[in-house]
C-alpha cells in the first residue's frame, strides 16, 4: 500500500458538506489532494483543489491517482468506487455510512479482480501522524510514534490514539477498517499489513464485541503475528447484537462456528489463551504497550 505525502490523492464528492470541510484539512496537513470530482460542478475549485464531473477527466488534468476518498451519498458508492477502478485507482477509501450490502458485495468481487484495497465504508480512514491523512481523524490526537493501530470504531481509535499520544508512544500508522455489516479490506489483511511494517513496533488492536471475530482474531494473531499485539474490546457489557462478518472472517471462523460467538467469558478466555494483552478501558492501553515492549514506566 503507498501511503506517502507524494501520493496523488482524489476526493470523489468534494462539494458534498463534510468532504469540503474535511478537503481543505487534509490538504492543509500535507496530503497532496490533486483532484476533487463532483458531477454537474466541474470548471470549480475548493481551496486550490480543482474539480472535474468524473474520475477520468482528473486523472487526464493532474496524471495517475495513487487513492480516491469517497464521500458521496451511500446509493451513489457503488458507481463512485467502480469509476474509480476504471480510472485505474486502486486505492479506494469510503468514509460513507450506510452503503447498501449489496453493492458492497459487487464492489468487492470487482476489487478482488482488480487488485484494489477497499477501506470502509462508515470508517475515518488512514492516517499517517505528521506524514499524510486520509480521512476525517480529528489530527490533535495523533502524533508520530510506533504502535499502529486497527480499528472497528471511529471515536475510539481517536480515544485510544490519545491516550497513546498522553503517555509519548504516538502512532506509526492508524486505519479505522469501518463498521458497516459488509467492510472492504478485514482485519486480518491489516494485522498482516502492520506486523510487516518496520515504523510499527506494536500494534493496538480496538474491537467491538459481538462483531463475531475476536476469537478468530485472536488465534490468527497468536499464529502469524510476530509483534506484540494488544486490544480493547468495547461493548463488553451490553446486550447482544447481530454477528457482522467480513468474508474472509467468516472463512477464518469455520473451524470455531460450533462454539457461542456471542459468549464474553468466550472472548476474553480465547485472548488470554493467546496471551494477548486486554485493556479494560482506553486509558490502559499505553500501559499494556508498554510492558509488551518492555518500556520501563
Known amino acids: 500500500m503507498k501511503l506517502s505525502p ?29 483532484a476533487g ?52 485507482i486502486h486505492q479506494i477509501i469510503i468514509i460513507t455510512q450506510g452503503v447498501p450490502p449489496l453493492d458492497m458485495v459487487s464492489l468487492l468481487r470487482k476489487a478482488e479482480a482488480t487488485n484494489t484495497l477497499v477501506v470502509g465504508p462508515n470508517s475515518l480512514g488512514i492516517i499517517v501522524p505528521e506524514k499524510v ?36 508512544l504516538g502512532q506509526s500508522i492508524c486505519v479505522s477498517i469501518g463498521s458497516d455489516s459488509i467492510i472492504g479490506s478485514s482485519l486480518w489483511e491489516w494485522l498482516k499489513i502492520l506486523n510487516e511494517d518496520k515504523s510499527t513496533k506494536a500494534i493496538a488492536l480496538v474491537s467491538q464485541i459481538n462483531d463475531g471475530i475476536e476469537e478468530t482474531a485472536a488465534q490468527y494473531i497468536k499464529e502469524k ?4 499485539v494488544v486490544a480493547y474490546i468495547a461493548g463488553r457489557l451490553g446486550p447482544a447484537r447481530k454477528r457482522q462478518l467480513h468474508a474472509s472472517d467468516l ?36 500501559e499494556l504497550v508498554k510492558k509488551a515492549l518492555k518500556i520501563k514506566p
Do not use: C, W
Request: overall charge negative.
Open 6 to 34: 507524494e501520493d496523488k490523492v482524489l476526493i470523489q464528492g468534494i462539494n458534498e458538506p463534510l468532504a469540503a470541510i474535511h478537503a481543505v484539512r487534509m490538504k492543509a496537513y500535507g496530503t497532496n489532494v490533486v
Open 133 to 168: 491523512l486520509l480521512g476525517t481523524y480529528p489530527v490533535e490526537f495523533y502524533t508520530h510514534g510506533s504502535v499502529g493501530i486497527i480499528s472497528r470504531s471511529g471515536t475510539l481509535t481517536s480515544e485510544v490514539a490519545l491516550e497513546l499520544m498522553k503517555a509519548e
Open 251 to 286: 472463512i477464518v471462523s469455520l473451524p470455531i462456528l460450533g462454539t457461542d460467538p456471542e459468549s464474553t467469558e468466550n472472548i476474553i478466555a480465547t485472548f488470554r489463551q493467546a496471551k494477548i494483552p486486554i485493556a479494560d478501558r482506553p486509558s490502559q492501553v499505553p
Open 37 to 88: 470530482v463532483s458531477p454537474g460542478e466541474g470548471g470549480q475549485a475548493l481551496d486550490g483543489i480543482p474539480i472535474f464531473d468524473l474520475v477520468e477527466q482528473a486523472v487526464s488534468e493532474v496524471g495517475a491517482i495513487d487513492t480516491t476518498i469517497i464521500f458521496v451519498p451511500p446509493y451513489l458508492a457503488l458507481d463512485a468506487a467502480l469509476e474509480a477502478i476504471a480510472a485505474n
Open 225 to 228: 503475528i510476530e509483534k506484540p
